[in-house]
């Protein structure tokens, strides 16, 4: 089970040098009604597609606008309880994750899990009606996304290689240059050029988005938005940041869809210098870069923009507000390789397989003691609590609003970690018969860590579902501790506190040390 830390000191170092090279100036950026704007888009952000609304096909439009307004009016919007440097915050945008199903998609150290959208041979039963053509509507959007990418890919790598026969950069802008104007195409409608085979799967791969992150933020219900700290951009509704668990170089693609008052999203503001405050916008800046001017560009209902290929890795963006209520849909290709509910069934299977019943079948007994094999089984273990249980509980009930499809695979999860903690027990019984001597040295070597970081994680997750924050919220969101239970519990094998079971193995494990130093 990964922990974050070395990354996120490294980003905070680079964050103080830039703003110490600062000082109190600020960096330049442009906005489409100054000199320059296009240069700069087509020379340092290339790669940062705008398909404006016009271009888009109206039940397109209709169905997705219905489709957010929906999810707000039944209540599927939420704010994550978020862990920060050790502390929880809520995040000033709204979110809800629609997606294959069984796919799960992290962020800032919060597991979301999807919301199925309607995918053949499985069967979802949604709360309401209403709900099920809100996501079908999100599945038709996210194919449209998903053709719309292939050829944007498609028309940049064969501008790329038309550009290294060529030898030079021609000054002409390629078929799928920016546009911010109503009459420009970003994206032509027209069938797909022809791209060598073995590039098609690599393309397919990198634009076959199996999830939406939706988000949702009214500007004038949050009065303490961040102030942008490089550019002078104005509020932020989202840092600057990379999106992150993403599959390598993959397109992030983005519906944007203003709802507030009307006159208020269809001009920008006469305004002397910056960004329309009014207007939300995307940011854009090459990744800890001081010299490259930024880039603002507004966003009006209805319009999306891709980040194509590596954008997403060589520079960062945020969402600028404006001050109309705003809904997005996030198309992402998330890394799902330790995320979907098919490897965590998995990992449980191979940790089950060392757990044997006896053959008159009145007590179970391990396998194998081997130590890669327990300290696998426990690595499993933790990954199963802390990865799934605890993240899922940890949102309340939340889930139930649209659908209680995650329910019964959560149930089955819970199954498989009560195993393990009876695996756990079975092994430490084991330890504690043995004889002293090298074996059982290596056994508490390779399973002490673990226990000790378990301990520590039920304590900061039993901390968090308790603090003043999480009291505060709403019933049916409200973080649930689970798995918990007290001491006396009849039906547990261990504690839910390790300590004295992790004081009785260091002791064991100093014992051990000394037979080794004083043994002939």
């Not at 960096?27 to 597609?49: A, H, M, N, Q, V």
């Not at 992150?213 to 500007?219: E, V």
């Not at 044997?356 to 094999?373: A, F, N, P, Y």
């Not at 999860?413 to 019984?429: H, V």
Request: proline letters at 6%; glycine letters at 6%; aromatic letters at 10%.
């Amino acid at each position: 089970m990964k922990r974050r830390g070395a990354g996120e000191r490294e980003k905070e170092a680079k964050k103080r040098k830039l703003l110490e090279e600062l000082g109190e100036g600020r960096l330049p950026y442009l906005t489409p009604k100054e000199d320059g704007f296009r240069e700069l888009w087509k020379r340092k952000y290339s790669k940062l597609i705008l398909r404006s609304a016009e271009k888009i096909p109206n039940d397109i439009h209709e169905g997705v606008q219905e489709a957010f307004l929906t999810l707000r009016k039944f209540g599927c919007f939420f704010q994550d309880l978020v862990r920060i440097k050790g502390k929880d915050f809520f995040t000033p945008v709204s979110r809800i994750l629609i997606g294959n199903p069984g796919c799960t998609y992290k962020y800032l150290n919060t597991r979301l899990f999807t919301v199925p959208w309607p995918v053949e041979s499985y069967e979802i039963n949604y709360s309401r009606p209403e709900i099920s053509q809100a996501c079908k509507a999100l599945i038709k959007l996210n194919d449209y996304m998903h053709r719309e990418t292939t050829l944007a890919l498609q028309e940049q790598k064969l501008t790329e290689t038309k550009e290294t026969e060529d030898c030079a950069v021609t000054d002409r802008p390629p078929d799928y240059a920016p546009s911010i104007t109503a009459t420009g195409s970003a994206l032509r409608d027209q069938s797909p050029p022809r791209v060598p085979k073995n590039d098609c799967s690599d393309l397919k791969e990198r634009s076959s988005y199996n999830l939406t992150l939706l988000n949702y933020m009214d500007p004038q219900q949050m009065p303490f938005l961040k102030q942008e700290p490089y550019f002078g951009m104005g509020k932020m509704a989202v840092s600057w940041h990379h999106d992150e668990n993403l599959v390598e170089r993959s397109t992030v693609a983005v519906y944007s869809y203003s709802c507030g008052d009307s006159a208020t999203d269809v001009l920008e503001e006469e305004t002397s210098n910056g960004r329309d405050p009014s207007i939300w916008h995307v940011g854009l800046k090459i990744a800890w870069d001081i010299k490259t001017p930024g880039l603002a560009l507004p966003l009006h209902r209805g319009d999306c923009y891709f980040m194509l290929d590596d954008l997403n890795m060589t520079h960062q963006h945020c969402v600028l507000a404006g001050l109309c209520p705003r809904f997005s849909s996030t198309h992402r290709v998330a890394e799902c390789s330790e995320g979907t509910l098919p490897y965590i069934l998995g990992r449980c299977n191979t940790a089950l397989q060392n757990l044997q019943t006896d053959s008159d079948l009145k007590g179970t007994s391990l396998q194998s003691l081997d130590v890669t094999v327990i300290k696998q089984v426990e690595e499993i273990h933790n990954e199963v609590e802390f990865e799934w249980l605890r993240q899922f509980w940890f949102q309340g009930k939340r889930y139930r609003k649209c659908t209680e499809w995650w329910h019964k695979p959560m149930d089955s999860l819970e199954e498989f970690w009560r195993k393990m903690e009876l695996m756990t027990s079975l092994l430490l019984g084991e330890i504690k018969k043995e004889q002293m001597g090298e074996q059982r040295g290596e056994r508490i070597d390779g399973i002490l860590p673990l226990l000790s970081q378990r301990h520590e994680l039920r304590k900061e997750w039993l901390s968090r579902c308790h603090s003043q924050l999480a009291e505060g919220m709403p019933e049916d969101e409200k973080p649930e501790c689970r798995p918990y239970w007290e001491e006396d519990d009849p039906n547990m094998p261990l504690p839910f506190d390790l300590e004295d079971i992790i004081c009785e193995l260091e002791s064991l494990q100093k014992m051990e040390v000394l037979s080794g130093l004083f043994s002939p």
